[in-house]
């Protein structure tokens, strides 16, 4: 979610919000692509639909019909590997959508998840073509592209003994991709699990266990590096709260920040990309615009009610 967008007052851009729909049942996810050009929103209808937001009125562009069962996510790769995305599903699929001539077909489908896939996310882009999925299963996933084969490769490993609902890579803080590969999982053990790749091995071994949250870990999402001495970590849970986790370093402590609870459950998190605002959507169709205080206290700066679609200062 843009902050930006959720700051918009005109009542043309929230006309937009409320055409922008042709699903026939509940919306789970919609995200813009790199540029904001583009936008796709994934249903319980079993489709990703493809609009075109660029102008005036959001354009249909494509349905992608794939999965047998409802369609929880959908996120666009990093533009320099083409127009390429990810979708998951209740289905126990992953499927990868790459465009040619204007229309979306799957590129690759990965199907060894044994229950509903949750998550999905593209790794920063230094890192290649990569993605992590979570599963109800209790599993995370890593595929990867090599692009000398053509062929996709996966690992799995066991994450959470109930279940993951989240997955979220770190930032990547050098240019060439260098540096060591995190990944944060949350699940439904009411545990963040942080887990880093031992690239001897070539296994994920976990380096930090979370704890805090009296519920599922609903969400996990890492603020984007912008040159900070340390990582910042956001989740959120079904107990209604959000917790911040600090670390000034790949092998330091990890401290943590509680916000006072929501109103209802806390479902999802995004980050602008300053690193600086954090949106949290709760379970009352409501999203809290978040930012951190000189004195390192996190406030809300303007909540959105989402059944009217008008932006409200918060108090």
């Known amino acids: 979610i843009n902050a930006e967008y959720m700051g918009a007052k005109s009542e043309a851009y929230r006309s937009r919000i409320l055409r922008m729909s042709d699903h026939e049942d509940m919306i789970h996810d919609a995200q813009l692509d790199y540029y904001g050009q583009y936008a796709a929103s994934c249903s319980s209808d079993r489709t990703i639909k493809i609009w075109k937001v660029s102008d005036n009125k959001p354009t249909l562009i494509d349905t992608l019909q794939g999965h047998e069962g409802p369609v929880w996510q959908a996120v666009w790769a990093h533009p ?16 990868i959508w790459k465009e040619v001539d204007k229309h979306f077909t799957p590129a690759f489908t990965y199907a060894d998840h044994r229950s509903s896939v949750n ?9 290649g ?6 599963s109800s299963d209790g599993t995370v996933a ?9 062929q996709w490769t996966s690992v799995q490993f066991e994450a959470h003994q109930i279940g993951c609902n989240s997955v979220a890579w770190a930032p990547c803080a050098d240019p060439n991709g260098e540096g060591p590969r995190r990944l944060a999982s949350g699940g439904c053990d009411n545990m963040t699990c942080v887990w880093r790749l031992n690239t001897d ?6 380096t930090a266990s979370l704890e805090g949250h009296m519920d599922w870990v609903r969400d996990v999402a890492w603020a984007p590096n912008v040159g900070l001495p340390y990582y910042t970590l956001a989740t959120c849970s079904q107990d209604r709260t959000v917790m911040f ?10 401290t943590k920040t509680t916000l006072p609870r929501f109103s209802d ?16 959507t709760t379970a009352d169709n409501k999203v809290a615009v978040l930012k951190e205080d000189l004195d390192n206290t996190w406030q809300p700066i303007s909540i959105l009610d989402t059944g009217n679609a008008q932006p409200v200062t918060a108090a």
């Open 80 to 95: 320099k590997f083409g127009s390429l995305l990810a979708s998951c599903s209740y289905d126990h699929k992953v499927i």
């Open 119 to 127: 998550s999905v996310a593209w790794a920063p882009h230094e890192y």
């Open 129 to 134: 073509l990569a993605l992590a999925t979570a």
């Open 142 to 150: 890593v595929i990867t592209y090599d692009p000398a084969t053509g």
């Open 201 to 206: 091995a070539e296994q994920w071994e976990k």
């Open 245 to 254: 986790w600090k670390q000034s370093s790949v092998e330091g402590e990890w």
């Open 265 to 280: 459950a806390v479902w999802r998190l995004s980050w602008d990309v300053t690193g600086t605002l954090l949106a949290a």
